[in-house]
């Protein structure tokens, strides 16, 4: 059967777009250099964000922004030599996340986040992934109650304006419902609303098993071979070259070089982020962001999984998990963490752009080509939600989300 898609990566939200094609019907192959799920979408908190209705503003108070540029905390490090290319981007970044201008990037992305849920769960019920899933929600926890009382009147000022629903707990709650922490904190921000899950790439592998049971094929092969081909486009795998009418570059972090080769100039960055999984202690019941310090510890199928911020560094460039180092001091604060997993920690990239959106539509200067990247920290949680309205584009049906906030030509 001639393919009619190629969807170059083999992510979340790569999976997911093949597989919602699939699902319409289509003859789709999922190309990438290596298998399923082992990159962006394996090192994430595994956190389906039903409550991140507004994405992470650049941060507007002076003291947090000393805070990044000297250090001092967890959540930010960067390396000076990638400053001078990343600077223009944050700048940017900076800028979209002034009051005026953030309020309707806000709403534009609530109205992918609201479907994250039910997209999921249809995909997750085809795909008998059901085990790997809890619909618990997750905490935050915090040290202070100046802190817990910030957040808690966010908390419900969200809740009012768009639904996600949230509990508060006391020191006392909070030590009871997780009795494996031995400190005690102020309290804890309950979001109600979310899924966790024991094993995020195992979730895109069980995606990718269905697209294949639907008749779907998954290629080894380098995204950076695809070209224009007699009215479509061609890519090279392991299985010889393959061609294909339409072509989805759903690459996360990768997808600036290949979109700059192809003459585009879009305002693409990476932030990097680090994990590593410890064994032998009580652990915690559910993921939990500790938020005055920015880490999450997040029980999983191998552990439990130390995650990290943002690392502002090139792709490829060597391992610096400074932020690991202090964040584990900081979950040891908390709980215990006898025995690290992996001799090595996880290092992973994160796509963004400068107005914090995806980039999910078609390419404006080549016919066939469509964009599906830059979901930054949420492509876990939104890669059913754009790869049903990719889906939905390239076949020409009717949209179930309005996509004109999220085209390239924003830019």
């Known amino acids: 059967m001639p393919t009619d898609v190629l969807v170059l990566g083999a992510g979340m939200v790569g999976a997911c777009t093949a597989l919602q094609l699939a699902r319409r019907g289509h003859s789709v192959a999922l190309v990438d250099r290596q298998a399923p799920g082992r990159e962006t979408s394996y090192g994430n908190a595994g956190i389906i964000q039903r409550e991140a209705v507004e994405p992470y503003a650049f941060p507007r108070e002076w ?15 960067y390396h000076f ?11 940017r970044y900076w800028h979209a996340s002034a009051p005026p201008r953030y309020a309707p990037i806000a ?39 100046a802190a817990l009382n910030t957040a808690a009147a966010r908390a419900a000022d969200l809740q009012q304006r768009y639904g996600v629903r949230h509990a508060l707990l006391d020191g006392d709650a909070l030590a009871k419902a997780e009795p494996g922490l031995h400190a005690r904190l102020a309290g804890a921000l309950h ?19 269905r697209f294949i049971d639907l008749g779907g094929h998954v290629a080894r092969g380098d995204a950076a071979s695809l070209r224009a081909d007699g009215g479509g486009w061609l890519v090279q795998t392991a299985d010889g070259p393959l061609h294909a009418r339409h072509a989805v570059i759903a690459l996360g972090p990768w997808a600036g070089e290949l979109t700059t080769t192809l003459g585009y100039k879009l305002p693409l960055f990476v932030k990097r982020g680090y994990h590593r999984h410890y064994r032998g202690g009580p652990g915690l019941r559910l993921p939990m962001l500790d938020a005055e310090r920015g880490l999450v510890i997040a029980p999983m199928a191998a552990g439990m999984r130390i995650t990290t911020g943002a690392e502002f560094a090139r792709i490829g460039a060597p391992s610096t998990p400074v932020q690991l180092d202090k964040a584990e001091q900081a979950a040891r604060e908390l709980i215990a963490l006898p025995e690290p997993v992996e001799a090595e920690p996880w290092l992973g990239n994160r796509p963004c752009t400068v107005d914090m959106k995806p980039v999910i539509g078609p390419a404006p200067r080549h016919s066939g080509l469509w964009f599906n990247f830059g979901h930054s920290h949420q492509g876990f949680t939104l890669g059913p939600v754009s790869g049903r309205l990719l889906a939905e584009m390239i076949e020409g049906a009717e949209p179930f989300v309005d996509p004109a906030p999220y085209a390239s030509t924003r830019f």
Not at 81 to 91: E, F, G, N, S
Not at 191 to 209: C, F, I, K, M
């Open 63 to 77: 003291s947090a922004v000393f805070d990044v540029a000297f250090k001092r905390g967890i959540d930010v490090n």
């Open 81 to 91: 030599d990638a400053l001078p290319a990343v600077a223009p981007r944050l700048a």
């Open 107 to 145: 709403r534009d992305y609530s109205r992918l986040i609201e479907h994250c849920l039910t997209e999921h769960d249809v995909l997750i019920a085809e795909s008998g992934a059901s085990e790997l899933v809890r619909k618990e929600g997750y905490r935050l926890g915090f040290r202070t109650e």
């Open 191 to 209: 979001w109600l609303d979310p899924w966790s899950v024991s094993d995020p790439g195992a979730l895109v592998e069980r995606y990718v098993q």
